[in-house]
């Protein structure tokens, strides 16, 4: 009895596992292998070309104010942040120094005019001498030479007594312009090396009401920028804010920067006059600016993501190798539109730019031809028709998987859980 029992387990475990097996194989060839991807609908938009750059907030007027001549600060009239109107007296050097070299200075003055005078008597006696025969020529010529000389002497006393008396009037340093104090470089009772040795900085006036970005675009993309452009100002200390502002000044040289290295890529400085009153805003802030090159009005447009690139003749994906990092489709895509891809790693002329359409369960490729590019959109000016479905993701299927004829199905968007019911 117990022989049967044993019998009949082993009968049903036997079948459990062949059971199991056939259902796993059944499973296995039912499975759904169709790749999920998203999709979106080719439409029309407005596109806007933009060159993103970052930089810093800085005044449209500042004038920085150092002293000409070297002293030591004995008045400071003011302090950081005050406002100051033009021809306010600011700084005062000490005098002494300069008020004895101008007390030299007339002191010689006087004295050259008192010599250029006697010399002018004396010559006038040997004159009237030597026409009456009691001086020779050689007599006379010496008069007139001493006479000269003395005259010259005088000159060069006026010009140096001028030279002081100018010295003294720059140890009393007055506002330029109107504005504030934005920076203050010297404390009282400190020394100033005066601008004929070095920019020696006393302190900075700035028009704090009208200000700029001054900010660094790439070479590449430099060639698209003109004066007048509006550009969207994004300032770090005021976040998710946009304002508004306008390129005025484009440098038609590289940046200091920029030309110190050989292998940085040179940036040309790009001033935007920001429009908006901006409460708070402070010279040295740091900025991004979104320069508008470009518009399209209503034109048929994808998401960036959606363009790849796949080779003409065997429709695969194409990559390039650039510092050892392996290039997607969309990113070679980029580069081919930009022209900086590398020509050495592929044929430009055996690749193409396409989308991928959805067509019942199906990818379909379709080459196109592709215009201006927007920070999210891209214009498609052939190839695809306003209201085509074009998959848009997922990146890694769309940008290295997905090929001409895949089976694909559209991913599911979850369910949003009801509402409870009111009691």
Request: glycine residues 6%.
């Amino acid at each position: 009895m117990k022989k049967k029992k044993k019998t009949w387990l082993w009968i049903i475990i036997v079948a459990l596992v062949v059971a199991a097996a056939a259902f796993a194989v059944y499973k296995s060839k039912t499975k759904d292998t169709r790749v999920v991807v998203t999709v979106e609908t080719a439409a029309q938009r407005r596109l806007v070309a933009t060159v993103s750059a970052s930089g810093t907030v800085e005044p449209v007027e500042e004038v920085k104010v150092s002293a000409e001549i070297p002293g030591r600060i004995v008045d400071l009239t003011v302090k950081e942040g005050q406002r100051v109107e033009k021809g306010q007296f600011l700084v005062q050097l000490d005098p002494e120094t300069y008020n004895a070299a101008l007390e030299s200075a007339a002191s010689a003055l006087r004295s050259a005019r008192s010599q250029k005078q006697k010399s002018e008597a004396d010559l006038g006696r040997v004159r009237e001498l030597v026409e009456k025969g009691g001086h020779s020529q050689a007599d006379l010529d010496a008069a007139v030479a001493t006479a000269e000389m003395s005259a010259a002497q005088l000159d060069q006393a006026l010009a140096e007594e001028k030279r002081a008396r100018e010295n003294l009037a720059k140890t009393r340093i007055n506002a330029p312009m109107s504005g504030w104090v934005s920076r203050l470089n010297k404390e009282l009772g400190e020394l100033t090396l005066g601008s004929q040795f070095q920019e020696d900085v006393i302190l900075v006036i700035a028009e704090l009401s009208q200000m700029q970005v001054r900010a660094e675009v790439d070479e590449n993309d430099i060639v698209g920028v003109k004066l007048g452009d509006s550009a969207a100002v994004e300032i770090d200390a005021f976040p998710d804010t946009l304002f508004t502002g306008r390129v005025v000044e484009i440098a038609q040289s590289a940046s200091q920067a920029s030309l110190a290295s050989e292998t940085q890529a040179r940036s040309y400085d790009v001033k935007v006059a920001v429009v908006d009153s901006i409460a708070g805003i402070r010279p040295g802030m740091s900025a991004t600016v979104d320069i508008a090159t470009d518009f399209r009005d209503d034109v048929l447009s994808v998401s960036l993501q959606c363009v790849a690139v796949r080779d003409k003749e065997h429709g695969k994906t194409v990559e390039i190798k650039e510092d050892e990092e392996k290039k997607s489709s969309r990113e070679v895509a980029a580069q081919v539109r930009a022209g900086s891809a590398d020509t050495s790693a592929f044929d430009r002329s055996a690749v193409q730019e396409g989308v991928f359409i959805f067509a019942a369960d199906s990818a379909v490729w379709k080459p196109v031809k592709t215009g201006l590019s927007s920070d999210r959109h891209i214009e498609i000016i052939e190839g695809i028709a306003d209201g085509d479905s074009v998959i848009s993701g997922p990146y890694r299927v769309l940008a290295r998987d997905l090929v001409q004829g895949m089976k694909i199905k559209l991913r599911e968007e979850p369910k949003m859980a009801g509402k409870p019911q009111a009691r």
